[in-house]
């Protein structure tokens, strides 16, 4: 098995309108999609939610703190889950299933630190 | 034994026998660089051997044999350093909790070379890249042939084929055939990348001629293979018929200067009658397995075409029910704007004008070179010349091919002389 990271690249302002029975139901769909890991032959590893952008500080090569995500862009990443699965197809079929109502996801190995990737 | 025996026996091996030697190596090696260095090593000794001992009777298990035992070599040699490596996904047996294992019952588990035509063409994979991977892994093209055939430099290319292959085995790209239930959609990126890969070579203008024929050559053996191995797939012998049907044009689409020769232009008598034949065949087939797939419906549509004696007397009738059925499982601009050029000869240029107008607003086909070219032609049939003119200046502005745009800038003379000569109105 292989780790892997689904990012979650949302619109933020979909969260910002939401009313509160869509909040319930993303909630439960997201506990959906961490049973459905298991049911699919996979594992979780972990995942957080992330604070909207404007909670962010960046802190760039020289030192230098700014307020504000690294990037600005209309998606940002709102959270991540790491899961584990046989392969990049696997991978792919389970976050599939992951909820993204503002955006979509993006899948990445997790690198093991014994050997260089690059 | 004779030099020129042996070299011709390599020739043919390489050509016949590398995407089954290669994809059988991937297995032991674990690894696609790897496999490929062993299995050219492999092709190095056999120049040896084969001139010693003569040419065995299976040369392609002969070097399927040679290339494994390199590979194991290796593995032994460099077991320390392996286990560093991410090795390429594969079941060494029948996994019990993978689906797309149970799904094919064990003897079955498919040829070796549909795992690696598979995972070339993976969809998580950039469509370049999975047209490229394919020559150099399944065809076993050296990647200048491979840089010279898409117009790009030998290390831009290289970079291109190493970051697919690195893409494989970091994000663990399984090298296997996919379930029955993924079959289809998979299949599709695999017959895109092989139709892609003809007709880069078969398209007229930039680049080398031998080069492009070579691509049109391996993309039918490909093709083949793909139609011999998955025959339960009506789309793989859909893709076989289109290109041997739009092959067998090969000879005619061009004259002497290179210059562009339009169907109506084409001398019919110099089309391959064998590949004609071979290509009705395998569509017929196709056609009778079932509700006919996107490349079945346009080798059927290229049929009508080959068997017709002349442009005039071609079914127009026919070509537009094919394009109708094929505008209801591929609903593109393009095949739409084909559609309307075959109702131009089925029900005359005026009736194909208001389809023209319609796919004028769609903004897919807003630079389209084809589109005003299209609309030139028909003008250019009723009679409006200057109508005509304008749209042919059109198309030249939009195309990036000489020998396009070197026919195009002849009918605008044509028409341009035309309309001098009428009357001025009033």
Redesign the interface.
Known sequence: M?KYAILIYDDPTVYENMSPEAWGALVDAHSTFTKQVFEL?GSLAGGEALAPTMTATTIKGGGTVTDGPFVETKEALGGFYVVEA????HA?EIAKLCPAPGGGVE???VVDP??N?F | MQADAVAAALAQAHRSEWAFVLSATVRVAGDLDVAEECVQEAYVSALQAWTRDGVPERPGAWLTTAARNKARDRLRREVTLRRKLPLLVEPATVDPHDPADLDWPDAAVPDDRLRLVFTCCHPTLAPEARVALTLRLVCGVPTPDVARAFLVSEPTMAARITRAKKKISEARIPYRVPSRAELPERLDSVLTAVHLLFSTGHTAGEGDALVRAELCDRALYLARTLAALLPEQAETRGLLGLLLLTDARRATRTDEQGQLLLLADQDRTRWDQRAILEGLTVTAGALASGPPGRLTLQAAIAGVHAMAPSLEQTDWPRVVHLYDRLLAVWNTPVVALNRAAAVAFADGPAAALPLLDELATDPRLADYPYLPATRADLLRRLGDAAGAAQSYRRAMELTANAAERAFLEQRLAEVSRAAGAEPPPG
């Open positions: 292989t032959g046989r392969d990049l197809d792919v899948v990445r190995p014994t050997m990737p």
